[in-house]
């Protein structure tokens, strides 16, 4: 498969540790991916789906206590405590290592190591970069062989260059007590054991992509964000392209996929899909910032995708598509989830696999009642979904016009607003803030920072990451504008006042005419907000006075979460910049005139 001495020293060294029966190269071809689901069917860690009503679609269940991100276990293993920062767990490189060494010696007896050689981003791009990942897990080659570009080229592309990320994943026991998901940036490692879910194990995503690419990016020049990039299609056949920050089950995977309102597609107008997860950006030849999604499919949340909340996501996974922890409907071998449609199955496993009764479901114990666990998936091709870009495998990306950061706030943040400048950009970006949702364990429902919808996924330290912000901002000559928008925010009886999906279209035309110096806005305490009639409302059920009210700035509220924010930057520590701080007084400053 390769020559090169790099990446066969290091596979000869990881096996001898975990000592598998056998070693097999993914090459990445459809013989012999079809022969690993055959494979995984005949040992019950995939179940093969309906063929004619899903071709090609796999039903995968978890260990049950392995289903979400373990921030807890997840660790940044820097030199010294200050590079990882407050944010991230730390522990010394060393010691770490010699911790996981226990747990991967023998872990892999009996087993298969598999060798995935895989690419972020198109190979051969300037945006690639180059991973091999070992596990011994079918289902993660699998859902590698979707989320990412596995095969051969990689290896030739990679040639004998020591550049490339090492990836080692063992189940192990499925041990929660020692489950760990480890990265080594200043070695360009990723180490994940006694885990099975997705977000643990599969490393080219939130690994590679986000923690340790965000730490090459800032060595490198460039930006690894957890950002959707989407095209928003003018009827004139133009494109302007948006990358959109939002923390995870805030209508991320939504917004990439919109379907704009009848009105507007009437008319002509389209959006198109390149990302729905993570953007890497550079300053291209035209000083514009390009972007490109360096994944090759989607891992999105099951429940509550539907064909009013997101149809494009679920054409998507009508086939070559691998569902995790998800309700099986046995009278039919399909799948279905919660928020799917108001016809749960009669006879159905759970996704524990057991029998289940849809009629004892309670809100308040979702996990133990649901059909579907809140947090289960989809693993589907990007090239499925109907509004997939054109530019998807573009080798140089697209040029971003804006920058949008968004929460989920009941009454503090408005449908939108613009940052004045750059420096503030990031500053708005850095106080995101956002109700906690299934996708990482823990509670649900606490309002807490999530600066850029990074604060899981920075690979060093958080205040270092903002420097890096606003070190970008003055080498991108023609910088995209920054924009906040909240669609969640809620009326005295608790219901969302705005109709969000794909109405949220208007605010995008909104703030792409900002971009264009189209469009007016009034200057208020906390940036630059519409006038509520440069909003289009037309085909809406909802008043100009409504859109005041969303677009209101209550000052109260701000002042109140002013003093929240002081508390998270000290939770961030010393390395905040100076610029921060500048913006925070300033913004109070403002709130109190």
């Known amino acids: 498969m390769t020559n090169n001495k790099y990446v066969l020293s290091w596979i000869d060294e990881m096996a001898a540790m975990t000592q598998p029966d056998k070693i097999v190269w ?149 041990d929660e007590e020692n489950r760990y998901i480890v990265h080594f940036p200043q070695d360009n490692t990723i180490m994940s054991v006694n885990s099975g879910y997705g977000g643990n194990v599969l490393l080219g995503k939130k690994c590679f992509a986000l923690r340790i690419a965000s730490y090459l990016g800032r060595k490198e020049g460039w930006m690894a964000e957890h950002m959707l990039i989407l095209g928003l299609e003018y009827p004139d056949g133009e494109i302007k392209y948006i990358s959109a920050a939002f923390p995870s089950a805030c209508g991320k995977t939504n917004l990439a996929m919109l379907i704009p309102p009848e009105y507007f597609r009437k008319k002509g107008y389209k959006v198109w899909c390149v990302g729905d997860d993570i953007a890497w950006l550079r300053v291209g030849k035209d000083g514009r910032l390009w972007a490109v999604n360096p994944e090759n499919g989607f891992f999105g949340v099951a429940p509550g995708t539907n064909d009013h909340s997101n149809p494009n996501a679920l054409a998507t996974t009508k086939r070559d598509t691998i569902f995790t922890n998800v309700c099986h409907d046995l009278d039919n071998n399909t799948v279905w989830w919660e928020g799917l449609n108001d016809n749960p199955p009669k006879n159905a496993l759970n996704w524990r696999g057991e029998k289940w009764d849809y009629t004892k479901y309670d809100k308040n114990d979702k996990v133990g009642t649901s059909g579907a666990h809140p947090n289960s998936r989809f693993t589907a091709s990007a090239k499925n979904c109907p509004c997939v870009s054109s530019e998807f495998d573009s080798l140089t990306g697209v040029p971003i016009s804006a920058i949008i950061f968004g929460g989920r706030r009941a009454k503090t943040a408005p449908l939108v607003y613009q940052s004045f400048n750059w420096q503030h950009g990031t500053f708005v970006g850095s106080i995101m803030a956002s109700e906690t949702t299934a996708a990482a364990s823990g509670a649900v429902g606490v309002v807490r920072r999530d600066p850029m919808a990074m604060r899981p996924f920075v690979g060093y330290n958080m205040g270092d990451y903002w420097k890096h912000w606003l070190e970008m901002g003055k080498i991108i000559p023609n910088a995209p504008k920054i924009f906040h928008v909240n669609w969640f925010r809620t009326d005295d009886e608790g219901h969302f006042i705005w109709p969000g999906f794909g109405d949220n279209m208007r605010v995008l035309l909104w703030i792409l005419d900002r971009c264009a110096g189209k469009a007016d806005a009034v200057e208020t305490p906390i940036g630059y907000v519409p006038y509520a009639e440069d909003i289009n409302i037309e085909g809406l059920d909802i008043s100009r006075d409504t859109i005041r009210d969303l677009l209101s700035v209550d000052k109260e509220a701000w002042l109140a979460d002013v003093e929240n924010i002081k508390d998270f930057y000290k939770l961030v520590g010393d390395h905040v910049p100076a610029e921060m701080y500048d913006e925070l007084e300033a913004l109070e400053a403002r709130l109190n005139k």
């Open 26 to 174: 993914i090459d990445g071809s459809d013989e012999q991916a079809e022969a690993l689901r055959a494979e995984a069917c005949s040992t019950g860690e995939l179940i093969k789906l309906n063929q004619e009503l899903l071709p090609n679609c796999y039903l995968h269940r978890t260990a049950v206590n392995d289903v979400a991100r373990v921030e807890g276990r997840t660790f940044i293993c820097t030199p010294t405590q200050e590079e990882a920062g407050n944010i991230n767990n730390w522990m010394d490189p060393n010691e770490m290592y010699a911790k996981l060494k226990k747990l991967y010696t023998g872990a892999m007896k009996g087993r298969t190591m598999y060798v995935i050689p895989y690419s972020m981003g198109v190979v051969g791009s300037d945006f690639a970069k180059y991973g091999i990942e070992l596990t011994d897990s079918i289902y993660v080659v699998l859902n590698m062989l979707i989320m990412t570009r596995v095969g051969n080229n990689v290896l030739e592309a990679l040639g004998d260059s020591p550049d490339y990320i090492k990836g080692l994943h063992a189940k192990a026991d499925l």
